[in-house]
């Protein structure tokens, strides 16, 4: 698994925390749901410092970026990230309370995974 980090350092005269959450809850989520190499992703903030970005952790190798969905936030910004880091993840292990509904169907080692390298 890969998992991208990026975000944006926000400077006077850019699109504001508040601007880019309303312009999130305006387009649809739904179409990174299609995206199947995508596991997960959140999109962040800061308001102090502002800051803005996502986490994305991506089965494989991340898809060319001509088959993911417009990146909405670039293009209100009208720059690329001032961050972008990437990483191999080594281990991943999921909260108790998140799976104690699938504990029937799940075993201890399929909530706590250590990657192949």
């Known amino acids: 698994m890969i998992m991208e980090c990026v975000w944006w350092e926000l400077a ?5 925390i ?3 959450q309303m312009q999130l809850e305006q387009i649809d989520l739904a179409v ?3 995206i199947d190499a995508l596991h997960t992703k959140y999109w962040i903030m ?6 803005w ?9 991340k898809p060319a970026l001509t088959v993911l969905p417009l990146n909405v936030a670039a293009e209100a910004i009208g720059r690329p990230p001032d961050v972008r880091l990437r ?10 309370s998140i799976i104690a509904p699938w ?5 201890q080692e399929e909530t706590c995974i250590t990657m192949p390298s």
Request: hydrophobic content about 35%.
């Open 32 to 34: 990174w749901q299609r």
């Open 103 to 107: 504990a029937s169907v799940l075993s």
């Open 18 to 20: 508040e601007q880019l």
């Open 46 to 51: 800061n308001k102090t410092p502002p800051r």
């Open 53 to 61: 970005g996502a986490v994305m952790l991506w089965r494989g190798e």
């Open 12 to 16: 006077p005269g850019e699109p504001d």
């Open 87 to 96: 990483f191999t993840v080594a281990a991943s292990c999921l909260n108790e």
